[in-house]
């Protein structure tokens, strides 16, 4: 399910509460881009259609989930909130069309030193599949990577389209600390970190870019629809950009 | 104007009513673990019902004050003085500079919130006074209030003046007073230790074995000490699922009731992350979450089902209520 979206019809969307506070849309039972598709083209249209009471929401594998006050949405007791939501959202779902002449998207570049210091389990990772630590870096950077949601912490991206050949378990023993843009390698997953924390992700590089700074009007670098790639770098060119990024920052 | 914090308590963090509209971006909502007992706070001295305000946990701080102040106390009673002396809760209280508030032996509850006329003096960051542990924004600092830290404040609010105004006729500038009045004693539930919660089934609640569905909804569970301002982690007859699923992640929220492999439940809470990957049994009603939020480590609580229609109607019945409490507060401020 690689091709982009072409129907243009939103499929069949199950609805569910979680609470009392928030419904959920189910657009699909897998993770693919079409089902990816759809969450897209209904978040956008929700964008250019908000209405009293949406309070936020949240774009995942499958599923979105919107949150919004029983109080304004129930006009202060005279409707029943959730059914007056979900018909709302109903439709929606009639008028949103799946564009199928979807603009390309930008590729967002991602540069990552990889190994050294800065990727200290990129031997390991290399090793563990019989390759040398240059063909690992090569699977790495040479799929184009969709942002299928975030989580997980701030400005995190579930990415989907890691070569399978470089997929490698956790480590058994995490990590008491992952500095902030490692880039890693979790079973079939590659991500990054944006803040440090504690973490059991095979380490492969490092990127300076900040994935997440709280002083920008966008504060995450990016968003689920995104499409990144992981450009190799020396460590004078990491240097460079991180100085960049700090001053960007102060 | 301001407050200097002379001993930091447990975890003490400036919170406002929440960062809403990044979840999207796994930016989390934090804010007030008890949501109806910070609103409260703010109103009885004059603030809007969002204002940043100061939650601490279990263990309290001691805050001396370096200015006059009008500020109120609400939450679980974590036996708060003044000078010494008792104060009570869930009212507006004078406190003239050099005053010396502490807290002791908790009572009841384990959450409580300290308003100030006129909040603080703080950064907003990303919309939000609301204070993010794990990365570090917002609050002060972006870190829980430490002794030593001074925190800067404006002034009262109008009509926290004219509250203060009122308290201090006829009585001597060097003296704390409280009022004699509280909006309404009867809606606070704060005195049952090991609560029954009322909950609406999760998404995946149909996916557990018939006794681990049962033993939800009729057995006790342990809040254990390993437990934050993310979650409280329960103990109990283990939940276990029909058979084992790899779930796909979806959003997560305030009172999710969610179910990791080892059958333990998690009971989310302020800080919890936007997404999560483990099934979903059950969800606390808003109208619940102070009582979940105030159970102190160690105390059990039971759940009880009932449907969506009723924790709607209960959110609306608490919301109705939270206006009683301001009309009552701004017809004393009109006095």
């Known amino acids: 399910m690689d091709d982009l979206v072409k129907t243009s019809e939103m499929p069949e969307v199950n609805f569910y509460p979680l609470g009392d506070a928030a419904i959920v849309l189910e657009f699909g039972d897998h993770i693919d881009r079409l089902t990816h598709g759809y969450i897209q083209a209904f978040t956008a249209y929700l964008d250019q259609h908000l209405f009293p009471g949406l309070v936020e929401y949240v774009p995942a594998f499958t599923t979105l989930t919107i949150y919004y006050d029983p109080w304004v949405v129930g006009q202060q007791g005279l409707v029943n909130p959730y059914a007056t939501v979900a018909a709302r959202l109903q439709e929606m779902l009639l008028h949103v069309k799946t564009n199928p002449e979807k603009p390309a998207v930008k590729v967002i570049e991602i540069p990552v030193h990889y190994g050294g210091k800065y990727g200290a389990d990129l031997e390991y990772v290399a090793n563990s599949h019989g390759l040398k630590p240059k063909e690992v870096i090569k699977l790495h950077t040479q799929t184009t990577y969709l942002v299928y949601m975030m989580g997980f912490a701030p400005g995190f991206p579930y990415l989907g389209g890691m070569a399978p050949e470089i997929a490698t378990p956790r480590k058994e023993k995490p990590r008491a600390r992952v500095p902030a843009g490692s880039v890693g390698i979790a079973g079939k997953q590659t991500g990054v970190y944006p803040i440090q924390s504690p973490g059991g992700w095979q380490l492969i590089g490092r990127t300076p870019l900040l994935l997440f700074s709280p002083h920008r009007d966008k504060p995450s670098l990016l968003e689920a629809g995104d499409s990144i790639r992981f450009v190799p770098i020396s460590e004078k060119q990491f240097d460079k950009i991180k100085e960049k990024e700090a001053a960007r920052e102060s | ?335």
């Open chain 2, 1 to 335: 104007m301001s407050l200097k914090i002379t001993s930091s308590g447990l975890l003490t963090t400036i919170q406002d009513a929440g960062r809403f509209g990044y979840q999207k971006e796994g930016i989390i909502v934090s804010g007030p673990m008890d949501a109806f007992a910070f609103r409260i706070a703010n109103l009885l001295v004059g603030n809007e019902e969002s204002a940043a305000a100061i939650e601490t946990t279990f263990l309290g701080p001691k805050i001396n004050f370096e200015t006059d102040h009008l500020i109120s106390l609400t939450g679980g009673d974590l036996s708060p003085t003044i000078n010494g002396e008792k104060v009570k809760m869930w009212r507006p209280v004078f406190v003239p500079a050099g005053s010396l508030l502490e807290f002791n032996t908790p009572a009841s509850g384990s959450r409580a919130y300290l308003a100030v006329s006129g909040s603080f003096t703080l950064p907003k960051v990303l919309g939000s006074y609301a204070t993010y542990l794990r990365a570090e924004v917002g609050g002060f600092k972006g870190r829980a209030l430490q002794a030593g830290d001074l925190l800067p404040c404006p002034g009262p609010t109008p009509a926290g003046e004219h509250l203060q105004q009122r308290l201090t006729k006829n009585k001597p500038i060097s003296e704390w007073v409280q009022a004699s009045w509280t909006p309404a004693p009867r809606l606070f539930p704060y005195l049952d230790f090991n609560p029954t919660l009322r909950i609406i089934k999760g998404p995946e609640f149909a996916q557990f074995t018939p006794a681990s569905q049962q033993a939800f909804l009729e057995e006790e569970f342990i809040v254990t000490t390993d437990s934050d301002r993310m979650g409280y982690r329960l103990q109990g007859i283990p939940l276990l699922l029909q058979e084992p699923r790899e779930l796909i992640s979806s959003a997560v929220t305030f009172g999710t009731i969610q179910v990791p492999p080892e059958g333990h439940p998690i009971a989310l809470l302020a800080d919890h992350q936007t997404t999560g990957g483990y099934p979903r049994i059950g969800q606390v009603i808003t109208a619940d979450f102070s009582k979940l939020a105030q159970v102190p480590l160690g105390k059990k609580v039971r759940f009880r089902e009932i449907s969506l229609e009723d924790a709607q109607y209960l959110y609306l019945k608490q919301e109705q209520h939270i206006r009683e409490i301001k009309q009552a507060v701004s017809y004393k401020v009109r006095l």
